[in-house]
């Protein structure tokens, strides 16, 4: 249903399958490097040889791990049948960690893996590399990602992920660092289907070699609310596009028991989200603002504009909910003065939209699509419309001049970088570059294992949470938000709680709601983390409304949760 925003990669499959999207070709990456047995002629030795290690989940039949079998020097060759082939099977994050026994001088790690579409192996989609002196205080060394989509298959199919100090250079070592000085080694890699791994190297020489910088363990956190998030703490997703019986659309009654929590007779007691992102999925034409094969087009982009500016329409109805509740509960927090914060959205403009509109009045309509125009061309345009979209949406705002509402910063509504070779990143750094230019901040929410999600500094992002994607899975562990939350928290990223309107009436999913509140607690993202929520369309405003106990406890439940007064 378009009413749920989560959009699948398998969309993008689809794409470059039908030949809409163009086929990438496999970046260059590191070869396999032939060092597992030893010296590499230039005084390093692989130091990870024969050492133990541990694993935080059991490799899976019928590519089990015998012992040892992850250090033990074997290279395995392309053939996934080979029995140097370690095998991980979907489920969480997999965490090795590796006792060279001393500290020693590490100028190289490596971790080879297999990628062949046809029978569901793949890279991983993220793999951090660590160091630690003690096993239990950690350092970041790198965040990479794959060479290519794991839909494409590449030969030879073998890619090693890799961390070189001379390259990637050593965290506190400036510029003459040559190596990190100590003991343990942690790789940790998403799964999706199945993983296969079959070597972990780790170069370098024996003790303490001049240039080697003793590395201090950083603290991971999540991101924390304040001016890198709009002062936002708790953030809303309301969706305001076309929805069928008036769901996309907010009246000022809708509106209040979001921004207050409010008793069984409706009236506010007290403020809830401290911050609104309004954003769309589809035009009444059916067209999609985010990535999808039908994507939408200029008169979609000015309809939902006209929407969401219109006299007592999205923004006009939010500006009067604010007023109202000030008027009944003082400003939020005491901030004498301040307006309440507000996101919206930018459109994303689709790959396979040939027509989109003539944005720049130069007798061309504006064509996204790379394999017909090229992808320089294609970039051109996209760029051309979100810069139409931005300079658009920031002169009806200022028209407007709401006496109730700040804009906090821009959304962007795709949540990975897509993989498709159409210069997507150079999309999102342009698009960013314009945000800050006008002095508004960039926020994201990309879904899990989202096609470089950890990159989001890079891209230019500013406040960022990531979706654990447990909720809308029947067979997704609960296991899933741990894991969500440890990427979250080594980026530095916040998270998003996830649910909709069927913890309404659904008691099992209900308690998948409460997973996530009582996540919170257990895995440190309860206070001083920044978060989003995905809430359906109108979930808490039917649970704020609902006589049966159960399902107003949810709604109450929530306003605890955000005032840190709720109990696991």
């Not at 219109?310 to 901030?335: F, I, Q, R, W, Y």
């Amino acid at each position: 249903m378009m009413r749920f925003r989560r959009i699948g990669s398998y969309l993008l499959s689809a794409l470059l399958m039908t030949g809409i999207l163009p086929p990438v070709a496999a970046q260059a990456g590191s070869s396999h490097p032939q060092l597992a047995t030893g010296n590499n002629g230039g005084g390093e030795t692989n130091l990870a040889l024969g050492k133990p290690y541990t694993v935080s989940e059991a490799a899976n039949d019928p590519h089990p791990d015998t012992g040892g079998g992850m250090t033990d020097g074997v290279l395995a060759s392309d053939d996934p049948a080979d029995e140097a082939w370690t095998g991980f099977y979907k489920g969480s994050s997999r965490v090795i960690t590796i006792d060279l026994g001393k500290e020693q001088s590490i100028t190289s790690i490596h971790a080879n893996f297999l990628q062949i579409p046809s029978a569901s192996i793949q890279y991983p989609n993220a793999l951090s590399f660590y160091t630690s002196k003690d096993g239990k205080n950690w350092t970041a060394l790198k965040h990479a990602g794959p060479p290519v989509a794991f839909w494409i298959g590449v030969k030879p199919p073998q890619y090693t992920f890799e961390w070189d100090a001379a390259k990637d250079g050593v965290p506190g070592g400036g510029d003459k660092s040559s190596a990190a000085f100590s003991r343990y080694v942690k790789v940790r890699f998403t799964t999706k289907d199945w993983v296969l791994l079959d070597e972990i190297q780790v170069m370098g020489q024996d003790g303490n070699t001049k240039g080697a910088t003793v590395l201090n363990a950083k603290k991971e956190q999540y991101m924390q609310p304040g001016a890198q998030t709009g002062g936002i703490s708790n953030l809303a997703l309301l969706y305001n596009g076309s929805y069928q019986n008036g769901l996309g659309d907010w009246t000022t009654e809708k509106l209040i028991p979001y921004l207050a929590h409010v008793n069984p007779n409706g009236t506010p007691s007290d403020w809830l989200f401290d911050g609104i992102l309004y954003l769309g999925l589809s035009s009444p034409a059916g067209r999609a603002f985010s990535m999808s094969v039908n994507g939408s087009n200029w008169d979609d982009w000015k309809w939902y504009l006209d929407k969401t500016f219109a006299s007592d329409g999205d923004l006009d109805a939010l500006n009067t909910a604010v007023g109202e509740v000030v008027t009944k509960l003082g400003k939020p927090d005491g901030k004498n003065g301040s307006k309440y914060p507000v996101v919206l959205m930018i459109p994303y403009p689709a790959e396979p939209q040939t027509d989109f509109g003539d944005v720049d009045s130069d007798g061309i309509s504006e064509n996204f699509n790379a394999v017909q125009v090229g992808a320089d061309a294609s970039l051109a345009s996209k760029k051309k419309a979100v810069d139409w979209y931005i300079e658009q949406l920031i002169q009806r705002w200022n028209a407007k001049g709401y006496n109730n509402l700040k804009l906090a910063g821009l959304y962007w509504l795709n949540e990975e970088v897509a993989p498709d070779g159409t210069m997507d990143a150079e999309l999102i750094q342009h698009t960013a570059d314009v945000v800050h230019d006008n002095d508004l901040l960039f926020y994201w929410i990309p879904h899990l294992r989202g096609y470089q999600f950890f990159t989001w500094e890079k891209l230019g992002f500013d406040a960022v949470t990531y979706q654990p994607n447990y909720f809308f899975q029947a067979d997704s562990p609960a296991d899933r938000i741990r894991d969500t939350a440890d990427w979250a928290k080594s980026l530095g990223m916040g998270m998003e709680m996830e649910f909709d309107e069927r913890i309404l009436t659904d008691a099992a999913l209900r308690q998948k709601y409460y997973n996530y509140l009582n996540g919170a607690a257990e895995f440190g993202y309860a206070k001083d983390a920044f978060k989003a929520y995905y809430q359906g369309n109108d979930t808490l405003l039917q649970a704020a409304r609902s006589d049966v106990p159960a399902v107003r406890a949810s709604y109450d439940d929530m306003y605890r949760f955000i005032k840190g007064k709720y109990k696991p």
